[in-house]
């Protein structure tokens, strides 16, 4: 009998949040062979180490790797100390900064000690990949970079974008997708993950497989996801991240902070749930057996009890309902449904995306003006939860999905949608 699930059961899992898979037929073909052979697949995801923390938007192939993981493969956590040395040109319009070896080192080591919350660190192959490209010297490399165009090269979107703009494109951003492509070369890959935005360098390593007699590499690639405005990706340098080492209660108060629609895409992207079972939720949410505040609170606690265990989640749910729930006020006051979207004040500032008060305050009927709103705040007329507002800016990440607003003796509570 073998030791893999049918082929059926592990697609299941495998294909659960998958964006595209080239190709599916293939992924099927070798899981097949897997299990008449009992050798399982090689498959890896390359992570450069650019910066020393881990956001929940990182975790996403990790936890697709997991997959593979328990379903009995061989998974490839691989870092790319060397290719950092390059930076990685997806989605950029202008050069990276190059690291330093001594940075790239030290974010190496913290990446290291953060994968393994999601990941079993006894089964799991840690790489660099300065063990194979740092030993190719100028003839290993111009016969790896021969089988390219130029021309290959500027198809690349971004390259195409910068060449067609006449802004700079240095020849070594040029070698970082053949380099990721040897990569996979280098570990004789079955199947490489990666995000939407990679699929040439991941069509990279294919190319170069097949040139070096091997079989082209699976690509299986998830959508790139959102952070905490719901708009763009997730990015601490956007402000709109959730890293994976922040404390519990930081972690479980900004994903309380996230739109319900937002929601069913974090159950998908960062949970273990199988796509039946968010389904599942997605339907007592619509037909009124489960309140979708519940629902988010149980999406909470599900991811931060992955990073800091049950008990944590469980303290930081319970010290959320006391600061945003248990108001008793709050009970018998009309509820407005706000989104907020219509109160989004500017992004720059410490913090990242903010929302207007005084604009929430008019959205509530509480104030006639935003100069009137403005003003009662200045005269610290106004209350969020029982405390005094001193600020007209509140924090998109601090903001609870339910907010008892007080201005003078009239009160409401803004449901945040």
Known sequence: MSKFLPVDEQMDLLEKGAAE??????????????RKTGR??????????????????HTVLMRKLRHFQQLGHQVIFLIGDFTSLIGDPTGRNVTRKPLTLEQIQKNAETYKQQVFKILDEAKTEVRYNSEWLGKLDYEGTIRVTSHFTVSQMLE????HKRFQA???????????PVMQGYDSVALECDVELGGTDQ??????????????????????????????????????????AVGINEPPAEMYGKLMSISDELMW??????????????????????DGRLHPMD???????????????EEAASSADEN????????????????????????????????GLQIRLPKLLVQLGLAASGAEASRKIAENAVKLDGEVATNALIPLATLPARLVVRLGKRAKVAVIT
């Open 21 to 34: 898979i080239i190709r599916a037929s293939d992924l099927r073909e070798r899981l097949e062979q897997s």
């Open 40 to 57: 399982p697949l090689r498959v890896k995801a390359g992570f450069d180490p650019t910066a020393p923390d881990l956001h929940l938007g």
């Open 156 to 159: 690349r979107d971004e390259f």
């Open 166 to 176: 006449e802004q700079p494109i240095s020849l070594h951003e040029m070698l970082y």
């Open 199 to 240: 699929k040439f360098n991941l069509q990279c390593g294919r190319d170069l497989q097949r040139h070096y007699g091997q079989k082209p590499q699976i690509v299986l690639m998830t959508p790139i996801l959102e952070g905490l405005d719901g708009v763009q990706k997730m990015s601490k340098s956007l402000n709109n």
């Open 265 to 286: 895409k974090y159950w998908v992207f960062l949970t273990d749930l199988r796509q039946s079972e968010v389904a599942g939720l997605q339907l007592q949410v619509a």
């Open 295 to 309: 629902t988010k609170k149980r999406l909470a606690r599900t991811i931060t009890a992955g990073f800091h265990g």
């Open 320 to 351: 959320w309902a006391r600061m945003f729930q248990q108001k008793g006020e709050s009970e018998d006051l009309e509820e407005v449904p706000v989104a907020y979207a219509d109160l989004v004040g500017p992004s720059g500032a410490p913090g």
